[in-house]
C-alpha cells in the first residue's frame, strides 16, 4: 500500500515521508552514560532490523558518550529530550541525527528559538512528541485527553518552530489508549503533511502490548498513515523491532523476508504442529526476497487453504506433502520430510532454485 504523501526529510542517511519506506524504530534502556552498554544494544537492534533508534539524553554525560556512540553503530541516532534544551544543543552538536522533544515540558519560546537554530544550522529534525499523559494544562481544560488537544498541541509546537524558520518537522501523538492514538493520527494527517511517527505509548509488557500496537499502529498503515513506526514493549527492546516487521508485513507495507503462515489446529491435527511451525522459524535465513511459507496441519489446511504460499508443507499422521504455489510436489514420511522442505525452502529463498532435487510444481 502506497503511503499518503507527506513532508519528505532526513533522518541521516534514511529517508523519511514523502513516500519512502516506512522505517522501524527502537529506543535502548540502557544507561546511555554506559556506551559500551547502549552501543552492544543498538548492534543487537540493528541485527534485529532497527532502522533507527533512539537513546535517553538526561545530562551533559549522555552528550559526552554520543560521539563514541557513533562512531561504532551503522543506523541514525535519535536523542530524546525533556525539560532541558541545552542537552538538545550538546546532543546535536556532537553528531545525533535527529532529536524528540516533548512540547510540554521544553521550556520557553526563547529556548525553543535557540534550538531551533541550531537544528537548523546542521540540518537535523526535530520530532514534536506529544504524549496523552503530559499535555499542557490549557489544552487539558480546555479539550480533555483527546485527540484534538494531542493534535492542538502539536500543530501549536510546529507553529512556533515554524515562526523560527525551521520546518523539517516530525509529528507524534502518542496515548496510551488504543482508540485516542488513531484518532489523533487520523486528525493530524486531515489538518498537516509532517511526517509522522506512529506508535501507542506505554502499551505494556509481552501479548498486552503487541496486540494494542497491532491494532492502534495497522489500522493507522491500513489507511496510508504512517512514515516511521516505533512498537512500545516493556522489555527487551528487540522484541519491537521484531513486532514491528510483523505488523509492517501483516498490513502489507512491506514485503521482505520469509512470512511463516500455519492453521490454528483441531482435532484433525496428527502432529506437534506448533513444534514444527517453531522448527521451520527458526531454520529460515533472513533474505530480502519476499516468500510466503505455509506449515499446514492437515489436507483440509494444505494446497488448497495456502494456495497463495511459495511454498507449503501439509501433515497427516506418519507423512506429509509438500506443495509449491498450489499444486503438490513431492510428498514423504515423517520426520525426514521437514528437513528436505526447510532444505527446498533454504534454497529458494537464498539461490532462487527449488530445493535440493530442483522440484517443480
Not at 541545552?86 to 532529536?99: C, E, P, S, T
Not at 514491528?244 to 492453521?263: D, H, M, P, Y
Not at 510466503?292 to 494456495?307: D, F, S, Y
Amino acid at each position: 500500500m502506497m503511503n499518503k504523501q507527506t513532508k519528505s526529510l532526513y533522518v541521516g542517511g534514511v529517508a523519511m515521508g514523502g513516500g519512502a519506506p516506512v522505517t522501524i524504530q527502537s529506543m535502548t534502556n540502557t544507561d546511555t552514560r554506559n556506551a559500551e552498554a547502549t552501543i552492544a544494544q543498538i548492534l543487537e537492534l540493528e541485527t534485529a532490523g532497527c532502522e533507527i533508534v533512539r537513546a535517553s539524553v538526561f545530562d551533559e554525560r549522555c552528550v559526552e558518550v554520543i560521539p563514541e556512540i557513533k562512531k561504532r553503530i551503522h543506523i541514525p541516532l535519535v536523542a530524546d529530550i525533556h525539560f532541558d534544551h541545552r542537552l538538545a544543543i550538546g546532543a546535536m552538536k556532537n553528531g545525533v541525527d535527529k532529536v524528540r522533544i516533548n512540547p510540554g515540558n521544553i521550556g520557553s519560546d526563547a529556548k525553543v528559538r535557540e534550538l531551533a537554530a541550531v537544528a537548523k544550522d546542521l540540518g537535523i529534525p526535530v520530532r514534536i512528541g506529544v504524549n496523552g499523559g503530559s499535555l499542557e494544562q490549557d489544552l487539558l481544560v480546555k479539550h480533555g485527553v483527546t485527540a484534538k488537544a494531542m493534535v492542538e498541541s502539536a500543530l501549536r509546537h510546529a507553529e512556533l518552530l515554524e515562526r523560527f524558520a525551521f520546518s523539517d518537522i516530525v509529528l507524534s501523538l502518542k496515548a496510551s489508549t488504543v482508540k485516542t492514538t488513531i484518532e489523533a493520527y487520523r486528525l493530524a494527517r486531515q489538518t498537516t503533511a509532517y511526517p509522522l511517527h506512529v506508535g501507542v505509548t506505554e502499551a505494556g509488557s509481552g501479548e498486552d502490548a503487541i496486540i494494542k500496537s497491532a491494532i492502534g499502529i495497522g489500522a493507522l498503515l491500513i489507511d496510508g498513515i504512517g512514515d516511521t513506526i516505533r512498537v512500545s514493549i516493556t522489555g527487551d527492546p528487540v522484541q519491537e523491532v521484531r513486532a514491528a516487521q510483523n505488523i509492517l508485513a501483516a498490513a502489507g507495507v512491506r514485503s521482505k523476508g520469509i512470512e511463516v503462515v500455519s492453521c490454528p489446529t483441531c482435532g484433525r491435527t496428527r502432529v506437534d504442529l506448533s513444534s514444527i511451525v517453531e522448527r521451520v522459524k527458526s531454520a529460515l535465513p533472513a533474505t530480502d526476497r519476499h516468500m510466503r511459507i505455509a506449515v499446514m496441519g492437515c489436507a483440509v489446511n494444505g494446497p488448497g487453504e495456502a494456495r497463495e504460499a511459495d511454498m507449503g508443507i501439509a501433515f497427516g499422521t506418519v507423512n506429509a506433502v509438500v506443495f509449491k504455489n498450489g499444486s503438490i510436489c513431492y510428498s514423504g514420511a515423517l520426520p525426514g520430510i521437514i528437513d528436505r522442505f526447510i532444505a527446498d525452502v533454504i534454497a529458494e529463498a537464498e539461490n532462487d532454485g527449488y530445493g535440493s532435487d530442483k522440484v517443480r510444481p
